[in-house]
């Protein structure tokens, strides 16, 4: 099994096209959680639930995941967001195209994951 070598958890059905794994490593995943497309994620990094496994993250399109994240509860998570080294995010962000971190995490930034995410659909284009 290829996620008991590389140090992940993530269930089938979990993210949306384009996943990119940035190196191998820990990730967890919790079942209930769901991610859009085109997510970079990076190790050490933990999604789940809240104490109610029921209610896990729901994280959009284009969202970078930085190293060592923990995302848990029954959030929501914009478009185009990237989500810093170490940060802990239990708190909700609707707004897209913005910079989370720290702990608990809080916008630092309007910049977002723009210029982070490299969609899988440009990947195809530029690789005929």
């Known amino acids: 099994m290829m996620s008991v070598h590389l140090g992940f958890s993530i269930p089938i059905n979990v993210f ?3 996943l990119c794994i940035a190196h191998r490593g820990t990730i967890i995943i919790n079942k ?3 991610i859009g497309e085109n997510c ?4 050490c990094t933990n999604i789940g639930s809240n104490r109610n ?3 896990a993250p729901q994280i959009g399109n284009n969202v970078y995941i930085g190293p060592g994240a923990k995302i848990f509860g029954n959030i929501l998570i914009a478009d185009n967001i990237a ?3 170490n ?3 239990n708190n909700s962000f609707y707004e897209k195209g913005i910079s989370i971190a720290g702990l608990p995490a809080k916008k630092i930034s309007t910049k977002g994951s723009d210029g982070i995410i490299v969609e899988a ?3 195809v284009k530029n690789n005929p």
Do not use: D
Not at 40 to 43: E, F, P, T, W
């Open 83 to 85: 989500i810093g080294a």
């Open 16 to 18: 949306g096209p384009g």
């Open 121 to 123: 659909t440009q990947i």
């Open 40 to 43: 970079r994620i990076h190790a």
């Open 53 to 55: 496994e029921a209610s």
């Open 32 to 34: 209930n959680v769901r």
């Open 87 to 89: 940060s802990v995010v």
